[in-house]
């Protein structure tokens, strides 16, 4: 109790959440006396982030520095647009697709967010779309960011379960298409009953093979990250290094937008983030250490044993519980929080896969970035584009409640999470 109290506070005072969660672990070696653990704490918090797996982070991080610098970005639009952007409503059905294929490379909701706002919502709000719709919509998209391959919640959740990253960033896949063809769906149904769209620019079709032929080798790079991790030729950690290395390439000499002046400052953007992903997940091997030592997790799955008895009772509870935790909390730190108390239960208790577990707590709390009070990425894209965030939630609570049937959905049928794994 003097722990969670501790820890509380602070939260409440604006602490750093990798701090708190140090500052706790220390709070409760403090209050139980046992002050000889003091000195296995440093070895504990080197030991964290001592993990091969966790060197592909920066390079995820880099690949999205360098291809929003390197005009990457703009070409898979103007690739989207080509195929869907003079359909009716071409432009929602635009902004979703084009996440799709930018989050196969960003893997951050939150970066996706502040990108995709910046360059989607003006182009719709001038082709007739409303405004705060349009914002929202952006902010829906950025979900499959930390869904689809690669993804820093994945990295971080396979160092914590002790998973493949390689296996974890494969179980994103079919989650994340299914999320983007639910998407469509909603924006096809809110176009027939809400809204009369307006329709796309209309291109010849020597402008879209034109268009096409200039993007296709932007789609190189989420080919070389997902299809050498799937084919098994590559582990994550290589295929960021490799990905790196092709969008500077496409960058620098296929599009040229990219400078190597460029390089200094994309280098150290992408190390402050992931300095701060690294000390999270260092902080986590300190508060999972103190939580086995306190029997935490045992006394956890005493409890849910008296409510859940099933596997499928235990994920729906776990749904609702990481809901509650992902309003007020962001993804990464949500996982460290929640991944050490609930793992042990659902693989050990329930028999649950690791990996299914993983996919359902990960998609879990990148909805917890879509809810309120805290709703962060309504705030990022408030932040770009001037659209209220309260008003953003509600005009696309369609998107919110179909986000909630898939997590049903992988919360029931393990084979939508490991399909492509096993």
Not at 228 to 241: C, D, L, P, V, Y
Not at 302 to 317: E, G, H, K, Y
Not at 340 to 369: K, R, S
Request: aromatic share 10%; proline share 6%.
């Amino acid at each position: 109790m003097v722990t969670t109290a501790f820890f509380t506070f602070f939260m409440l005072v604006g602490v750093p959440i990798g701090l708190c969660l140090c500052m706790a672990a220390a709070v409760y070696i403090w209050a139980t006396g046992n002050t000889l653990l003091f000195a296995s704490f440093p070895v504990q918090l080197f030991g964290g982030v001592d993990n091969y797996g966790l060197i592909s982070i920066p390079l995820f991080v880099l690949i999205g520095e360098v291809m929003n610098g390197g005009g990457i970005t703009r070409r898979i639009i103007d690739m989207t647009m080509a195929f869907v952007g003079a359909m009716k409503g071409g432009l929602a059905y635009v902004n979703l697709l084009a996440n799709m294929f930018v989050s196969s490379i960003l893997g951050s909701a939150t970066a996706q967010v502040a990108i995709m706002a910046q360059m989607m919502v003006p182009e719709m709000e001038k082709k007739g779309y409303d405004k705060t719709f349009a914002a929202g919509l952006t902010a829906y998209a950025g979900m499959l960011g930390p869904i689809i391959p690669p993804s820093i919640m994945f990295v971080v959740y396979s160092v914590l379960a002790q998973v493949p990253v390689g296996d974890m960033l494969t179980a994103g896949m079919l989650p994340g298409i299914l999320l983007t063809a639910i998407f469509c769906v909603v924006i096809a149904l809110m176009g027939w009953f809400c809204y009369d769209y307006p329709r796309g620019d209309v291109m010849t079709l020597k402008q879209r093979f034109r268009i096409v032929l200039g993007a296709l080798p932007t789609l190189s790079i989420p080919i070389i990250i997902v299809g050498s991790i799937m084919a098994g030729i590559a582990n994550a950690t290589e295929a960021a290094a490799v990905g790196v290395v092709a969008a500077v390439l496409v960058g620098r000499y296929w599009i040229g937008d990219l400078k190597f002046s460029d390089l200094p400052l994309m280098l150290l953007k992408a190390g402050i983030y992931s300095a701060v992903v690294l000390l999270l997940v260092a902080a986590a091997a300190v508060f999972s250490w103190v939580l086995v030592y306190g029997m935490v997790p045992q006394n956890v799955a005493a409890w849910v044993q008296t409510i859940a008895s099933d596997p499928i009772t235990f994920m729906l509870l776990v749904n609702v519980i990481l809901l509650v935790i992902g309003t007020v909390i962001d993804g990464a730190p949500g996982l460290i929080m929640t991944v050490p108390i609930l793992l042990p239960i659902a693989t050990e208790v329930y028999g649950i896969d690791p990996i299914h577990f993983g996919v359902v707590v990960t998609v879990n709390l990148v909805l917890g970035f879509l809810s309120p009070p805290v709703g962060l990425c309504f705030f990022v894209a408030s932040a770009v584009t001037g659209a209220k965030p309260g008003k953003m939630f509600i005009v696309t609570l369609p998107f919110f409640f179909a986000s909630c049937v898939l997590l049903v959905l992988l919360s029931i049928f393990p084979i939508l999470s490991t399909y492509f794994v096993r």
